[in-house]
């Protein structure tokens, strides 16, 4: 079974700084990773995804993730956050046979933007 | 286009009680998930349904979770009877072909069982 990694459970970061969260997964076959992102109060919103092709994905709102295989990682990355970045950032992998793909979440990073 | 329903969004009931949820996917959607959000925790699949039939429901507790979707559309998730650590976020997602990997997901349903 698959299951996916995040380190960081809580950042801190002022606007402007750069964002990286990382985002490791545990399955030795093909994948598809996701971002979701839950803003306060709100709904888990699809933010970026990879099926195949360029590593290098980029979403909604500046953020972007590279797709390193060698290294079974998805990081997110973000040049400058925001104060409306301030959310709950969740990493998925659906992965298995077809027609069975539910996600396997990440336990998620709370992300804190102070202005 | 609208998307997933689902209510109530919150409910509060004591342990032993029974209850349930509903759910209303995104219009033609075919496949339908429950998942569990426990507190600091990211969401957990508990059934996975396609049309009316059950694709995975390998992680349900089903001595106490049961879930339906009688018409291929709109689906219940019931727990009977409830414990305190059912205690969490319940959401419902779906999604079609053919952008058959994205979920779309609801605003969920907080329980809390005291």
């Known amino acids: 079974a698959q299951s996916v990694s995040q380190h960081n459970h809580h950042v801190i970061l002022s606007e402007a700084a750069s964002l990286e969260l990382g985002c490791n997964y545990s399955?030795?076959?093909?994948?598809?990773l996701f971002w979701y992102v839950q803003y306060p109060g709100q709904h888990l919103q699809l933010l970026l995804k990879y099926f195949s092709g360029d590593p290098l994905v980029k979403g909604i709102k500046g953020f972007e993730a590279e797709f390193i295989k060698s290294k079974f990682s998805f990081n997110l990355r973000k040049p400058s956050v925001q104060w409306s970045d301030t959310a709950e950032y969740f990493c998925a992998v659906n992965a298995g046979q077809e027609g069975r793909r539910a996600l396997t979440f990440g336990s998620g990073t709370r992300l804190q933007v102070q202005p | 286009e609208a998307g997933v329903a689902q209510s109530p969004r919150y409910k509060i009931i004591e342990k032993r009680q029974s209850v349930a949820f509903w759910c209303n996917p995104i219009s033609g959607h075919a496949t339908l998930y429950w998942y569990q959000q426990i507190l600091g925790q990211g969401p957990k699949l508990l059934i996975q349904?396609?049309?009316?039939?059950?694709?995975?429901d390998s992680q349900l507790p089903k001595d106490r979770f049961s879930a339906e979707r009688l018409k291929g559309v709109d689906s219940t998730l019931k727990i009977q009877p409830a414990k305190l650590e059912d205690s969490a976020v319940y959401l419902c997602?779906?999604?079609?072909?053919?952008?058959?990997?994205?979920?779309?997901f609801g605003p969920g349903t907080r329980l809390l069982v005291l």
């Open positions: 349904f396609q049309n009316n039939g059950v694709v995975d």
């Open positions: 997602a779906s999604s079609s072909p053919p952008q058959q990997e994205t979920q779309y």
């Open positions: 399955y030795g076959g093909t994948v598809n």
